[in-house]
């Protein structure tokens, strides 16, 4: 099957600093990308949505200038948590479409001390 | 809104019980229906689909069918395995701004003993 990777799995930060997340789909070229967020016993949350070189599509309650999306190649995403604050913990998790096929990132696991 | 409601977990059963995960939806239209499953620290793997009203999905010796007049989508398993111990999500899919977007429950984690 499809290989999707994300890097860190895990990452712990200090408040106000920033956290940039890498989703690769190693195998497969992705047109779109979505972006999700996940509170412990909570559903997968939409924040976003990316077509390769083009600006995101945001959520309602999702602060585009917080959540920084970039979709510069159809292998590559990368979503950057600024100024991070104790309230952005979770786990975000990348899920790249080829074609009519919605493929999912391992996730990566946010802390903000 | 759409919206996917599952029953909480941990769902608890020993080796070839029979399981059972209640699903049931809320939306416009007709959407697609998903069961994908989370073994872990993997990622979210679809698990089977159907498309329209009566259809039954399956694989892995799970199946679901797709039932318009009680707007559920039940997933069933007639003997489970330790392997199968993972989070279940129930998902619909809709066309939002053109976009094609997935709408979860919960999740509903299975564990399962020999």
């Known amino acids: 099957g499809a290989v999707v990777s994300q890097h860190p799995s895990r990452v712990i930060c200090k408040s106000g600093t920033s956290v940039k997340i890498e989703c690769r789909s190693l195998d497969f070229q992705a047109t779109t990308m979505f972006w999700y967020r996940q509170f412990p016993k909570q559903s997968l949350m939409l924040m976003a949505t990316?077509?390769?070189?083009?600006?995101?599509?945001?959520e309602q309650g999702v602060e585009k200038d917080k959540f920084l999306i970039n979709h510069a190649s159809l292998t590559l995403s990368t979503l950057t948590v600024t100024s991070a604050h104790p309230e952005d913990s979770s786990f975000y998790i990348c899920?790249?479409?080829?074609?009519?096929?919605?493929?999912f990132g391992p996730g990566t696991r946010l802390t903000v001390l | 809104g759409n919206s996917v409601t599952q029953m909480e977990g941990p769902v608890t059963l020993s080796e070839e019980a029979f399981l059972t995960i209640n699903c049931t939806y809320t939306a416009t239209g007709y959407p697609s229906l998903f069961w994908y499953v989370q073994y872990p620290g993997e990622g979210l793997q679809l698990l089977l689909k159907a498309t329209k009203a009566d259809d039954k999905g399956s694989n892995k010796g799970f199946e679901a069918t797709y039932r318009k007049e009680t707007t559920s989508f039940h997933l069933e398993k007639g003997s489970v395995q330790v392997s199968d111990s993972a989070v279940y999500f129930c998902a619909l899919s809709s066309v939002n701004s053109g976009y094609s977007t997935l709408t979860f429950g919960k999740g509903t984690m299975l564990l399962v003993s020999p």
């Open positions: 899920s790249p479409r080829s074609i009519d096929t919605q493929y």
């Open positions: 990316s077509n390769e070189g083009s600006k995101a599509t945001y």
